[in-house]
């Protein structure tokens, strides 16, 4: 097989860590932290005329066929064996591609036929049951014995996700091969990134039947970032009107130079010596039925919700605010900051101010971390105030219970839940060398809930174009 023949391009998973909600509306900001696990699509030419067969390795009977059509139209060629998020953005990617590009060039590659393979890191899905099957203790180092894109031996539907996106990594990473593949982008420059932004974003929408806050494809394109959503506006003509919407139409809704696309982005990365660890919980929520509860009440307690939202907010600019400060902190004077650092990740956060009363050198860095712990205190706060309220479990007890516990250990900045919150995931950030030991023995022996560690750590990083045999593992789902 040659390497000139084969597209491979990844996308990583995301963890929002501040604006659950909020992001719902233009008005306020996130800030999403792109992860180091990362799905990943492989493009290369097929064996038959116009087919295109999309293979997920992973999981059991997971083929889709499709055809492309004289019309440039994409037909499922199994009625009974269909995926919604891969037929849709095969569908409109090869739509806005066959706009763009040459008809010829476009009918030489199709007729070629195209072999489709998408596989996403370990971290995607519950590993649980594998390391049952092999009889090794939930932790981490069971999990790096696993095989990478380890194989489920059950259905896609049947799988249980950690919450890093994983649907729109997937969106991201099929729309940015396709057209890389197509030759429609020659690399992944800003322009190009905007364009499979677009793509993505349309793509994810009509798969889900709704217009999202959008901030995990976002990540999935540009890795860690803050973010403002985009106008739902823009999307509407194609979601209210789906099976009437022609291409040209279609080209100029994504199209970068013409569209009104009006979403922000900032990129960020968590300061120097800033770790994140992940964990999935075993209990499961459903984040659109948290989010209809929420939205809801806002609906019907207008006033309630804009004070509550617009407090929140405020705490949540102080923790994106106090970020930034740090990183400035750590470029002006880098060996202040690492002793604050280790300073202050012997002790726990709730006892730094002690440490700033001091008025050592590098008090400066000690109220930066301070500030960040506080806001983020009262970010939880306000957030169990809004499940009072509007009668969704954004952080429950149980939950409260083991985060209150996190934020305990010396060095944790951060404990909470990501996103919509619910019981599907927590995450940590902290400082020092200790604190991930400290936190995963703390998850492995607590008895309310099974907390399983993940491996995913932060990566800024957004789209990349890979090389097949650089990513260890990758090219065995091909066989």
């Not at 739509?95 to 998408?118: C, H, M, T, W």
């Not at 099957?133 to 095989?147: A, C, E």
């Not at 217009?211 to 860690?224: E, L, Q």
């Not at 300061?271 to 989010?291: E, W």
Request: net charge negative; glycine share 6%.
């Amino acid at each position: 097989m040659s390497s000139s023949t084969v597209t491979v391009v990844s996308a990583p998973g995301k963890v929002l860590i501040i604006g659950g909600y909020l992001i719902l509306d233009r008005s306020y900001q996130g800030l999403t932290i792109g992860t180091d696990a990362r799905f990943y699509t492989i493009v290369k030419p097929g064996n038959k005329c116009s087919k295109i067969t999309v293979h997920s390795p992973q999981f059991n009977d997971a083929a889709w066929e499709y055809r492309v059509n004289d019309a440039c139209q994409v037909e499922a060629i199994n009625e009974d064996n269909r995926n919604s998020f891969v037929e849709i953005t095969v569908k409109y990617t090869l739509s806005v591609i066959a706009n763009r590009i040459p008809k010829q060039k476009f009918n030489e590659i199709i007729n070629q036929g195209l072999d489709i393979y998408i596989a996403g890191s370990n971290d995607f899905y519950s590993q649980r049951k594998q390391l049952e099957i092999l009889k090794l203790p939930l932790n981490t180092s069971s999990l790096r014995l696993l095989t990478p894109f380890n194989k489920n031996d059950i259905n896609l539907k049947q799988v249980h996700k950690t919450g890093l996106g994983s649907s729109a990594a997937l969106i991201t990473s099929l729309v940015a091969a396709l057209l890389i593949h197509f030759q429609c982008i020659d690399n992944i420059g800003n322009q190009q990134k905007t364009l499979i932004h677009n793509v993505a974003q349309m793509c994810h929408c009509l798969a889900q039947g709704k217009i999202g806050s959008g901030f995990d494809v976002s990540a999935a394109v540009w890795g860690s970032h803050v973010y403002k959503r985009f106008s739902p506006d823009i999307l509407n003509p194609v979601i209210q009107d789906e099976n009437n919407v022609d291409g040209a139409t279609i080209d100029n809704i994504v199209d970068p130079s013409t569209s009104n696309w009006d979403n922000e982005v900032v990129p960020t990365a968590l300061p120097p010596r800033f770790t994140l660890v992940i964990a999935d919980v075993d209990i499961g929520s459903n984040t659109p039925k948290l989010v209809g509860k929420v939205l809801a009440w806002r609906k019907a307690n207008p006033e309630q919700a804009k004070a509550l939202w617009d407090t929140l907010a405020s705490h949540n600019s102080m923790v994106i605010d106090g970020l930034r400060e740090l990183r400035s902190e750590y470029e002006n004077n880098k060996s202040e900051y690492e002793k604050a650092i280790e300073l202050c990740s012997e002790v726990k956060g709730s006892e730094w101010a002690t440490l700033a009363e001091q008025k050592t050198l590098h008090s400066n860095i000690i109220n930066g971390l301070i500030k960040i712990f506080q806001s983020f205190q009262k970010v939880r706060q306000f957030l169990r105030e809004m499940s009072t309220l509007s009668g969704a479990p954004i952080e429950p007890p149980v939950q409260t219970k083991l985060l209150d516990a996190c934020t305990e250990i010396p060095g944790v900045i951060m404990a909470g839940v990501p996103g919509a919150g619910g019981f599907d995931a927590i995450f940590c950030i902290g400082i020092g060398n200790k604190f991930v030991e400290n936190v995963e023995n703390l998850w492995l022996n607590w008895k309310e809930m099974n907390v399983g560690p993940l491996l995913a750590n932060e990566s800024s990083e957004g789209l990349k174009i890979e090389n097949l045999d650089s990513v260890k593992g990758l090219a065995t789902i091909l066989t």
